[in-house]
């Protein structure tokens, strides 16, 4: 059985970094894209950045390129998300999520993570 579980999330103030981990298990990790979404109160889930299964090309969102970058250890089975320069706009709950190489399915998500910046 696939599990992917996320941590890191917190409340922190606008400026401030938190780092997230998704970790894997249940899959060959090293297989797998890997992918982070949000969902902001009241909105859709949106794509924030995703990985190849090498590590060897990425993808940010316009809106967190250059402050969030995603990463991964496949020693580890975990993918992470380093967030920088948090803007209050960034408040949601953030997904990890296993992608199917070559496609836009993701049929592994995990349970979300909160991630609150106050101003």
């Known amino acids: 059985q696939v599990h992917l579980v996320e941590s890191g999330g917190g409340l922190v103030q606008a400026g401030d970094s938190l780092r997230l981990s998704c970790a894997a298990s249940?899959?060959?990790?090293?297989?797998?894209?890997m992918a982070w979404f949000r969902q902001a109160p009241g909105k859709g889930r949106t794509s924030v950045a995703d990985?190849?299964?090498?590590?060897?090309?990425?993808y940010h969102a316009d809106s967190v390129k250059g402050r969030f970058t995603i990463s991964r250890d496949n020693a580890k089975n975990t993918v992470y998300l380093q967030m920088n320069s948090l803007e209050p706009e960034d408040t949601a709950v953030y997904y990890c999520?296993?992608?199917?190489?070559?496609?836009?399915?993701?049929?592994?998500w995990g349970q979300g993570t909160q991630v609150t910046v106050s101003s």
């Open positions: 999520a296993a992608q199917i190489t070559g496609t836009k399915t993701y049929p592994y």
């Open positions: 249940g899959l060959t990790f090293s297989s797998w894209n």
């Open positions: 990985i190849t299964w090498s590590g060897g090309s990425t």
